[in-house]
């Protein structure tokens, strides 16, 4: 990298790095990780085509031409919600079932599939749907660890079918992972967005969560 340079050039390109370093997307740093959990989304981003085609495993920010639909950090985020902990010795364990609990999350989400099967621009997808969202995958991911833990969870998922994922559905996602009419990402609104979804799907609330969404 430095040969065949002048000292004065090396210096001028040591300082360029180090005092006006360019910050990678989260995205990409997930994907050339190799944590425990960065190792577990990647396996299941590249044993599914769906995957590979849906998500961005470079950019954090997807503008309105992009062709993908959710980020590789979203992804990343949502699946380690799925588990109480993911470590060495149990993400491969832990990607069989993750890899199913997206599977059937993909076969009922029918913006999913479109943009998938070039029926819709992921552009027109998120600016009209809220499940195609980082916030909402988030949510997608808590509601799945409750899930995951019922003997019947994939006829539960089948549910899904039947919400209205549209963002002008005020009534299920205004003061969840919309505000004011626009997408809104923070853990508080995934976890209110995911009350909703638990709610839809006929799943138990707990106190707290009952509580919390009797305030919206």
């Excluded at 552009?123 to 003997?151: E, W, Y």
Aim: aromatic letters at 8%.
């Amino acid at each position: 990298f430095f040969a065949n340079k002048t000292l004065e050039d090396r210096q001028k390109i040591f300082k360029d790095l180090n005092l006006y370093p360019k910050k990678a997307d989260r995205s990409l740093g997930i994907t050339y990780d190799n944590s425990p959990s960065a190792l577990l989304s990647k396996e299941l981003i590249y044993e599914n085509p769906k995957l590979q085609k849906l998500i961005d495993l470079e950019k954090n920010n997807l503008g309105p031409r992009s062709k993908k639909l959710l980020t590789h950090s979203a992804f990343n985020k949502a699946t380690r919600e799925l588990f109480d902990k993911v470590t060495a010795d149990n993400y491969q364990e832990l990607s069989i079932i993750a890899a199913r609990y997206w599977q059937v999350v993909y076969q009922n989400m029918t913006e999913w599939q479109f943009v998938f099967e070039d029926k819709l621009s992921a552009g027109d997808a998120r600016k009209h749907s809220v499940n195609v969202h980082s916030v909402t995958l988030q949510a997608l991911g808590i509601v799945g660890k409750q899930l995951l833990k019922l003997p019947k969870w994939e006829a539960t998922l089948e549910r899904l079918k039947q919400i209205n994922w549209d963002r002008s559905n005020k009534t299920d996602w205004e003061g969840r992972c919309m505000i004011s009419g626009e997408m809104s990402n923070n853990s508080s609104r995934a976890k209110a967005t995911a009350v909703r979804i638990k709610t839809l799907l006929g799943l138990t609330l707990s106190d707290k969560e009952q509580q919390e969404e009797a305030k919206l």
